[in-house]
């Protein structure tokens, strides 16, 4: 089943190439749409892998408003078609690509598709044919390339360990049933590689900077789900590393490496979100933030684990909805910049809205979900004796929290120094979706249905 | 035999260090291709026709001829400047080289190998680090490139010293991803070619914050 959706993925990106006009790529990326849940609906029939599928779920759906938001984004941009199929046929690709990462059962195979996604995602950063993207795009695939590189040399210094115990079956249930016979020195080595490699991807520090320049860059629905599905194909990664070692004596100190680099990526995402200027930069350094704080509840295990993966799904939620409506934003005003644009509660009212709510959530205050999910973080913190790193984080949050409403709040209410171009107010249908994500949040994290607790729980029951 | 091919590897290494021009610097990376072929010949346990295939496709085919053959047309196509242009003098380079393979090899050889090569080992660790001191000390988005496959080299050394045993499947869709992520950064340099003028990071600095 998984040969035939790739497959079918590779056809319909190929198919992209050689279509004429706009209703064909509808009907192509409708095609993908329900080829998408087709395949997720077999995943979930299938029931093998939680994680994977808990996060193959959250991609398929966020690839609905993603596929409509990236339509009228061409439309509106009335970019040539040439440029139009390479977007849609690299963004099929690109979540063929991050479901291959979420279900790759086999250590080689998530490096491939990790891999994959960097090479389908460059045009998709690419799209704008400017100076900045051509900068970013170069950056995003040089610094992806030479961390992905790094992170295979965690799978080679793994794969001692492995062949020292005498497995030969490199896949994560065999890893994970047999970690505690695997060699410590050469595990740590192995996840330490592995677990730097793959922060270029997870957003996390040391590797989190050419992320950010690439959501940057990249047309607000694409930053989406570069902020969101390859942000968690990097957590998945990281997650299925930490869960073979977890089970093994150096558990400890893997945790340790952890949490060091949890707290960095917050303390990093409150500076500059303090220093940035532009929008879609503050969202991608809040998202350094949230897979940081994700992470530090890995660190922390128990309820941390639960925590971690509650939070990560449904920051995905409020991150996509936030840059669909940058999408608006950046149209309106042509700038994303915090000094020249303001007032957008007066030019568009429901978009406004969304920015509102949207800030309510990001910030994690309640109703929004991530206030469940932060506080159950803050809680296996306060469980593990670690109340001095909490304080430190909790002021941190205070600063992130000052810089995003200093900017969200900015753009709602002050006077912009610009002039508001003369373009078409955006209609109401287009904020529609984020209402429906931003509704997701608060729904899933303080009333969480009961499929989602079985796919957490039983996440957690493996770890 | 392995070892001796292993050491004119290290010479490579060093005379990276000092090259001056990019075309040296792609024909060090051919020679470093044939020479990585006598190194998995020998290395092959057993002889049978996917692996010496799959051998000969990733030395041979991609290392020794494709790549370089690729990266010359773009050094052409974009009249890039034939000196390598480094931060550093040569004679630090070529020092620092030196540290680094010194360096590789005592931290090898402290380590409990087991029954694996040690040598093997220290090679592969010294052209990773190699690699990416190449990055971050030449100018040039073209050398960036060149080192990147210092590193491959270095980590397809790295495979042989493990004894990789990964299934074939797994492994050429390894050798296929890096073969297409070099042919994007190549693509790409071309691109920063058109808009820069010139290709080099000081190009590259209009996103910060």
Known sequence: MMIVY???VLL???AFMFMRRSCSHRIGTGVFLVVQWAFTAHEIWRNDDALGTLFLVILSLLAIPACYHSLVYLEKNNAPMRIRNLYLSTLTLFCGAMSGVYLANHIGMTWIFIELTTITSCMLIYHHRSAESLEATWKYVFVCSVSVAISFIGVLFLSIAVTKAGLEDFTYPTLTSHAAELDPFWLKVGFLFLFSGYTVKAGLFPMFTAGVDAKD?????AAAMLATCLCNCGFVAIFRIFRIIIRNETGAWAQKVLLISAVLSVAIAAYYMVRTKGYKRLLAYSGVEHIGLATIGLAMGGTGYYAAVLHVVLHSFVKSALFFQFGQVSYLYKSV???DIGNYFRVNVWGGLVLLIGFFCIT?????GLFVSESLIFLSMIRQQHIALMVI???LLTVIIWSLGRSIFGLLFSFPRMEIPDVKRPPVAESVSQYVLLGLA????VYPPDMLVRYLTAIISGV | MADVLLVVFLITLLYIGIANRLFTYIN??????????????IQLHEMNWSNLLFVLMETLIFKAAVIPLFLKSIIRKNKITREAEPFVPNFVSLLIITLLLVGSFLGAGSIDMGDRDVVFFAVAVSTVFVGLFIIISRKKLITHVMGYLVVENGIFVLSLAVGNEMPMMVNSGILLDIFVSILVLGIFVNKIGDVFKESDVEQLSRLRD
């Open chain 1, 12 to 14: 319909l990106g190929g």
């Open chain 1, 393 to 395: 984080v909790m002021l």
């Open chain 1, 337 to 339: 910049n915090r000094r």
């Open chain 1, 6 to 8: 790739f497959a079918v």
């Open chain 1, 217 to 221: 860059q990249a047309p607000t629905p």
């Open chain 1, 442 to 445: 608060i729904w899933w994290g």
């Open chain 1, 364 to 368: 994690a205050m309640p109703p929004s």
């Open chain 2, 28 to 41: 060090i990376l051919t020679i470093q291709g044939i020479v990585l072929f006598g190194v998995a010949y």
